[in-house]
């Protein structure tokens, strides 16, 4: 096992890997930018590195600073946790070369599937279902528009380099197909390096579904069962929960056997997500994988009782699986929240500032996942989450109620958050009656913002 793993990353998931490696007798070395110097991680870590100022693209990004200072600790592993280099396979392929161990697959999987088109074309050849749509990266708008022609409209616009909701854009008909295309490049040429487009049917009020996968390097692969993370806002996930309650016993047997299929297919080794789209007629289709852990890795946690962190730290250090497929028991309802500095009133733009006061929330079935602590600073540099509040109960029903309970006991001040929004949201006919989709927040959320606002108004008046 490793004696001491360098973190590369900040926040929330820095002080999960930093609990799961100290819980295992393995140290921890923490590199973080001169931002982060008093963060929670920064704290509670063995020791700690800065390895730049507050771009990410000079400390979080830089993959020289952060090998050099894993090669100066003497670093057998690197944990990327998700965002930044999680997914970047030249800074895993320089990790190999320096012989120490990344914490995920191998560089050429991370590629693979990294680029969405191929794996895209891998999952079609292995019989995996995926979105109908072009079978290679677009030469030009021309192209595009012959190929959604063939499939007919609405068509999605996808970057082959793509993550994050970033770098697609949606075309209803031929007369937007050329601006649709010029901006999904435009944004992606500049978020990820890389112009190039594939084509998917756009799927109309779809779910999004996926699959937690866990393979280790003795060819064991085991799924962990689906997640259901519709609930986004301009693609980005807000909400999640497992299992996915609206699916049939049918359809669920049918989704896990296919995410299994697609990771046999990549020969996947490592913690790993599977994601697809539901339609409505409950049809569903591959549509990327992700190559690390993800934000809402703890809801299958709680109804697995399989610490995904510790398993993704076991399989790089040559370990098998800790269970079998047959071992894996789904148990009860969980749903994460996640907690944002941001200001719905104000288009959910983000709140940056200094957290004053904070209470969690705390017992049974209740868990929180955060870095932030009274006179933490919430940095306008990085991503705006700030904290996860995740419950477990036996059923879903019971879940949203635990739920309530827990965002109406959490308090942070100092910032603006979304936490009443979600409080709200807890309450929606339609997200109780699971009547909604990935669209379903495009089309509430100002509605749910009004709704708390002239509830608030109510009460001063009274
Ligand atoms: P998850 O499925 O784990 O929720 P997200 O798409 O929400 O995945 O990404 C997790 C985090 O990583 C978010 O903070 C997101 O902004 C960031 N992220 C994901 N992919 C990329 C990327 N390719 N480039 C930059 N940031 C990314
Ligand atoms: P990213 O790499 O940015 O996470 P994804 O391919 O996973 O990109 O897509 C992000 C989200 O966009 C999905 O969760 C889903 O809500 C939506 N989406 C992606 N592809 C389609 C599609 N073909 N039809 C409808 N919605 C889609
Ligand atoms: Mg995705």
């Given at each position: 096992m490793f004696k001491r793993i360098l973190i590369a990353n900040r926040g929330e998931i820095a002080m999960r890997i930093l609990r799961c490696c100290h819980e295992m007798g393995i140290e921890t070395v923490l590199a973080c930018s001169k931002e982060d110097l008093d963060s929670l991680p920064a704290q509670f870590c063995t020791k700690c590195i800065c390895i730049g100022p507050a771009p990410a693209a000079q400390s979080y990004l830089n993959e020289n600073a952060i090998l050099s200072a894993a090669k100066a600790c003497?670093?057998?592993?690197?944990?990327?946790?998700?965002?930044?280099?999680?997914?970047?396979?030249?800074?895993?392929?320089?990790?190999?070369?320096?012989?120490?161990?990344?914490?995920g697959p191998d560089s050429q999987t991370i590629r693979r599937m990294g680029d969405k088109q191929s794996a895209r074309a891998l999952m079609q050849k292995s019989g995996v279902p995926v979105v109908p749509g072009s079978g290679g990266i677009l030469t030009d708008w021309h192209e595009a528009a012959r190929i959604a022609r063939k499939v007919g409209y609405p068509v999605l616009l996808k970057a082959t380099a793509g993550g994050g909701g970033r770098g697609m854009r949606a075309a209803h008909n031929p007369s937007e197909l050329r601006r649709a295309y010029e901006d999904a490049q435009a944004e992606a040429q500049s978020a990820f390096g890389s112009g190039a487009l594939y084509l998917e049917k756009l799927i109309e009020h779809p779910r999004h579904i996926e699959v937690q996968i866990l393979g280790d390097t003795r060819g064991n692969i085991i799924q962990l069962g689906e997640r259901d993370c519709s609930m986004q806002r301009r693609n980005q996930k807000l909400m999640e929960e497992a299992p996915a309650s609206l699916l049939s016993n049918f359809?669920?047997?049918?989704?896990?056997?296919?995410?299994?299929?697609?990771?046999?297919?990549?020969?996947?080794?490592?913690?790993?997500?599977?994601?697809?789209?539901?339609?409505?007629?409950?049809?569903?289709?591959?549509?990327?994988?992700?190559?690390?852990?993800?934000?809402?890795?703890?809801?299958?946690?709680?109804?697995?009782?399989?610490?995904?962190?510790?398993?993704?730290?076991?399989?790089?250090?040559?370990?098998p699986l800790s269970l079998k497929q047959s071992e894996v028991r789904i148990c009860g309802h969980a749903i994460e929240c996640r907690i944002n500095a941001e200001d719905p009133a104000r288009n959910f733009m983000p709140a940056p500032g200094e957290i004053s006061f904070v209470h969690f929330p705390g017992g049974n079935g209740v868990r929180v996942e955060s870095a932030i602590y009274p006179g933490a600073q919430i940095s306008p540099y990085y991503d705006s989450m700030i904290a996860k509040i995740i419950v477990h109960a036996p059923g879903r029903l019971e879940a949203v109620r635990k739920m309530r309970a827990a965002l109406g006991e959490l308090t942070i001040e100092g910032v603006k958050t979304n936490i009443s929004f979600l409080?709200?949201?807890?309450?929606?006919g339609d997200y109780l009656s699971g009547r909604f989709d990935t669209g379903f927040l495009g089309r509430q959320a100002k509605a749910i913002v009004r709704w708390g606002e002239e509830s608030l108004k109510h009460r001063q008046k009274s």
């Open positions: 003497r670093c057998d592993a690197i944990h990327p946790g998700y965002g930044f280099l999680s997914e970047n396979a030249h800074f895993a392929r320089m990790c190999e070369e320096n012989n120490i161990v990344f914490i359809q669920r047997t049918a989704i896990r056997r296919a995410a299994l299929k697609a990771a046999r297919a990549a020969h996947y080794i490592s913690a790993g997500t599977v994601e697809f789209v539901l339609d409505q007629k409950g049809k569903f289709y591959f549509i990327e994988m992700n190559t690390r852990i993800q934000v809402e890795h703890p809801v299958t946690e709680m109804v697995t009782g399989v610490d995904l962190v510790r398993e993704q730290i076991r399989i790089a250090a040559g370990l409080y709200l949201l807890m309450h929606n």
